[in-house]
């Protein structure tokens, strides 16, 4: 982690591609105080944006409870609040990236959480669930949709905000389509467009209905 932190800036987000599972934790703690320097300032970020604009469209109702999930330093719940939602919880794997995002003051509840594992959460407690920039190598993988799905009411709203690299390693759209197959999702929007345009990189917004 020490060695992490005297790295210049722009080497946290090469490197996210690349970390392995066992790093994770510890790299984004080490890049919790430059997060949003890099990625905002830096790259000019449009996820959170695009994010922000697929909740005001899909989501109505501004009392129901959404959760952040991968919250990170609070990008998509200062969006949300702005937005007028009451009630956001966050999750992360990173207690130094869960401080950050509690300097916000936006979240009811923050905790940290592996999201490849089962939540300690109960069935249908969200209406909205934001994924925002989880999904990725090394991250969380497609599989943690079956429980994120668990914990989002029946007519309840997922938004997705993902890169292309990782929807070109071809589980998470799959998975996806399983699940409206399967009657769990209903899946109504993929959209594709900008993600971290500093860097040549595009993304895709997928927003989903839980049916049952």
């Known amino acids: ?5 005297e790295r210049p800036v722009s080497s946290f987000y090469e490197r996210a591609y690349t970390i392995e599972e066992h790093e994770t934790k510890d790299f984004y703690s080490a890049w919790a105080a430059t997060y949003d320097e890099e990625l905002v300032e830096g790259r000019a970020y449009a996820m959170p944006a695009r994010c922000r604009a697929a909740f005001d469209a899909h989501v109505v109702d501004r009392r ?16 949300l609040a702005e937005l007028g939602f009451e009630t956001i919880d966050g999750i992360d794997y990173s207690p130094e990236m869960i401080a950050q995002a509690q300097a916000t003051g936006i979240y009811r509840d923050l905790w940290s959480a592996d999201l490849n594992e089962p939540l300690d959460i109960v069935d249908g407690a969200y209406g909205a669930a934001a994924a925002m920039g ?13 429980e994120i799905c668990r914990i989002i009411t029946p007519g309840g709203t997922l938004i997705i905000g993902v890169n292309e690299v990782f929807v070109n390693e071809n589980t998470l759209v ?5 699940l409206d197959a399967d009657g769990i999702l209903s899946l109504d929007l993929r959209e594709h467009g900008a993600h971290m345009p500093v860097s ?6 997928f927003v989903a209905t839980r049916r049952q």
């Open 174 to 178: 799959p998975k996806l389509e399983q």
């Open 200 to 205: 040549g990189v595009d993304g895709w917004i």
């Open 64 to 79: 129901t409870p959404v959760i952040d999930l991968g919250c990170g330093t609070g990008l998509l719940g200062r969006e």
């Open 1 to 5: 982690m020490g060695a992490d932190a």
């Open 134 to 146: 989880i999904f990725s190598f090394g991250h969380v993988y497609a599989d943690a949709l079956d």
